[in-house]
C-alpha cells in the first residue's frame, strides 16, 4: 500500500531563517506530487505541485520554493521565512490522470515567530 | 465572489443524528467532487468522490451533487462521537488542469454522546 510520510511534525522558527520542509511517497511510483497550505480556520491553498523529478509549477508567488530532485521526494524551501509563512504545511499524491484523488500525508505546523 | 463556498460552522449534534454538510460553487466546469475529513492537527482524509451529478453512497456516508444548482451534500447518518472532525469540500474540473483541486473552507462538526 501507499504511504506519505512528512517531516518535522512540528516546526518553529525565527524570521529571516531558512526553511526546509520533506515529503517522501512509498509504493508508488511517478505520483503527482503537490504542497499545500492551510491556514487556521481556512481551506487548502495549492502551493506547487509536479508531474516528474526537476519538473514543479508554482500557483502562487511568494518567498517559497519546490524542488522534486527524487520521483518520490517533494521539499519546500524558503531562504528567508517571513511571518505570513506560518502554517499547516500539507503534501499529496495522485496517480497521473485521477487527480481528483489526492492523498495527503500528516503535515508540518510551522510557526513563524 | 468564492469559488467554493463552505459553511464553517460549528455545527453541533447529539449522536445518532443524521448530518448534512453542503457546498456551493460557482464554476460550471468542474466534474469531480470530494469529500475529505480532517481530524485536528492530521491531514485531511478522501472520504469519497462523485464524478458529474448523482449519489454515491458508502456505508454511513452519501454523496450528492447537484450540477443544476452548482450545490453539493455530504450526509452521514448515525452519527458518531467519532464522525467529529474538520469536513472539507473539494472541486476538480478540466478548466483548473487535471492537477488542481479547489477546496472549501472546511465544516467544523461535533457529534455530542
Known amino acids: 500500500s501507499q504511504t506519505i510520510h512528512q517531516w518535522p511534525a512540528t516546526l518553529v522558527q525565527p524570521v529571516g531563517s531558512p526553511l526546509s520542509l520533506e515529503c517522501t511517497v512509498e509504493g508508488t511510483s511517478n505520483p503527482n506530487l503537490y504542497w499545500y497550505r492551510q491556514a487556521a480556520g481556512r481551506g487548502l491553498q495549492l502551493l506547487f505541485y509536479?508531474?516528474?523529478?526537476?519538473?514543479i509549477s508554482s500557483e502562487v508567488p511568494q518567498n517559497l520554493s519546490a524542488s522534486r530532485p527524487q520521483d518520490r521526494q517533494f521539499i519546500l524551501s524558503s531562504k528567508k521565512l517571513l511571518l505570513s509563512d506560518s502554517g499547516f504545511y500539507l503534501c499529496a499524491w495522485s496517480v497521473p490522470g485521477a487527480d481528483y484523488e489526492q492523498y495527503f500525508g500528516p503535515g508540518t505546523r510551522l510557526t513563524v515567530t | 465572489q468564492k469559488e467554493v463556498e463552505q459553511d464553517p460552522g460549528p455545527l453541533s449534534v447529539p449522536e445518532g443524528a443524521i448530518v448534512s454538510l453542503n457546498c456551493t460553487y460557482s464554476n460550471s466546469a468542474f466534474q469531480y467532487f470530494m469529500w475529505y475529513r480532517q481530524y485536528s492537527r492530521k491531514g485531511p482524509e478522501l472520504l469519497m468522490y462523485?464524478?458529474?451529478?448523482g449519489n454515491k453512497e458508502d456505508g454511513r456516508f452519501t454523496a450528492q451533487v447537484d450540477k443544476s444548482s452548482k450545490y453539493i451534500s455530504l450526509f452521514i447518518r448515525d452519527s458518531q462521537p467519532s464522525d467529529s472532525a474538520t469536513y472539507l469540500c473539494a472541486m476538480s474540473g478540466p478548466i483548473q488542469g487535471a492537477q488542481k483541486l479547489v477546496f472549501g473552507q472546511g465544516t467544523r462538526l461535533t457529534i455530542n454522546p
Open positions: 509536479s508531474v516528474g523529478i526537476g519538473q
Open positions: 462523485t464524478y458529474s451529478s
